[in-house]
Every structure is written in C-alpha cells, then in structure tokens.
T-cell receptor, first 114, second 114 residues
C-alpha cells in the first residue's frame, strides 16, 4: 500500500540554523500539507500546497517557513533560522483532493533545536 | 472557526472492556470528522471518517463512532479492547466549505491493561 514517507526521522540543529524537512507524498495525490505537534500539544496545521503553490497557511507559517516541490516527488519544508520553539514533530500529509477526503500522514520528523 | 476537544489525555481500560474515547467539536458549519490512530514511531493512520449519510460509522480494527449533531460529538468506541489497541488517538475535523486543513484535538493515549 502506498504511503507518505519523511526524512530524516530525527533532526537536531542549533538555533539560527536552516533546516529542510523532506517528504515524499503518495504519487497520485494532489494536495500536500505540513503539520506540527509541539510536545504535549495538539497537531497544528501549517500549510497546504496545490498545483505548485500555497493554497492555505496558518498564522504559524510566517516568513521563516517556506515549502517547495522541487521535483515530481519531493515536498519540502524549510525553516530558515530555527528557534527553540520550533522544536516539534513535523508531519507531512497528502490527499487526492476529493470532497470529504482523508489525509494520509507520514511518520513525522522530530526536530530538536538546541 | 473549527476546534476539537478530546476529554481525557490518558485512558486506561482492561483487555476485553469497552473503549470510549471522547471528541467534541466546534464548527460554524457541519464538518467532516475523522479519527486517526498513531502507533509508536509511525504516522497517523485513518480509523474512520464521517462526511454525510449514516451517523454511525464503522472503521478498521472494530472501532466505530457516532456523529451526534445535537451534542457536537463524535465519540470513538470499541466493544472489547485488545492489547494491540494501545496507541495515541486523534480526533480531527475539517470544514466543508473553507479549505481543507484539519483541526486536531490534543490526542488521547490509550493503555490496555492485561
């Protein structure tokens, strides 16, 4: 069964450094998403991406964040200058774009900013 | 705006006992409702969803949930807990008229006692 994959599973970085989190969505899906979960808190929506552009973004998704689909398979989240509060689990998801659609989630990347 | 409340961050049940995980939502329009399960080191896996039609929906692994509009609830149940049900459970809603982002609850960790 096709699945969403994410790399790396765990990323440790120093404050102020740039990080890129990578995702490979399911191949025939059209919408792509990033969510994050700070430890002990709820899963929060960051951004959705469709047709090579951002379709929605939350207030969390400020100028330090960017997303890209550099080729036909990868979907990346870049954090330009990481802060301590960016430490979280980041989930990538994708869906087919149909009404009532469920999103398929990857296993997540745990980002630790020191 | 949409929001989700999951009562009880930790629930313990004995093997063979009823599982009841509570989810209440707040939405300005009838939402789509989802339950996801997360096993350790894995992504979020869809258990079941409600979009339209029958308010009692059945999912995988013997779980079911009932959409009660009057109570704005979508509680998850399973008649008889199994050890393999131990996991984190997330309730999520998406609006039917604005975008496709999911709003998640904080999750409920289910422990099954032998």
């Amino acid at each position: 069964e096709p699945e969403v994959t994410q790399t790396p599973s765990h990323q440790v970085t120093q404050m102020g450094q740039e990080v890129i989190l990578r995702c490979v969505p399911i191949s025939n899906h059209l919408y792509f998403y990033w969510y994050r979960q700070i430890l002990g808190q709820k899963v929060e929506f960051l951004v959705s991406f469709y047709n090579n552009e951002i379709s929605e973004k939350s207030e969390i998704f400020d100028d330090q964040f960017s997303v890209e689909r550099p080729d036909g398979s990868n979907f990346t989240l870049k954090i330009r200058s990481t802060k301590l509060e960016d430490s979280a689990m980041y989930f990538c998801a994708s869906d087919r774009g149909q009404i009532g659609r469920e999103q398929y989630f990857g296993p997540g990347t745990r980002l630790t900013v020191t | 705006a949409q929001s989700v409340t999951q009562l009880g961050s930790h629930v313990s049940v004995s093997e063979g006992a009823l599982v009841l995980l509570r989810c209440n939502y707040s939405s300005s329009v009838p939402p789509y409702l989802f339950w996801y399960v997360q096993y350790p080191n894995q992504g979020l896996q869809l258990l079941l969803k409600y979009t339209t039609g029958a308010t009692l929906v059945k999912g995988i692994n013997g779980f079911e949930a009932e959409f009660k509009k009057s109570e704005t609830s979508f509680h998850l149940t399973k008649p008889s807990a199994h050890m393999s049900d131990a996991a984190e459970y997330f309730c999520a809603v998406s609006a039917t008229n604005t975008g496709n982002q999911f709003y998640f609850g904080t999750g409920t960790s289910l422990t099954v006692i032998p």
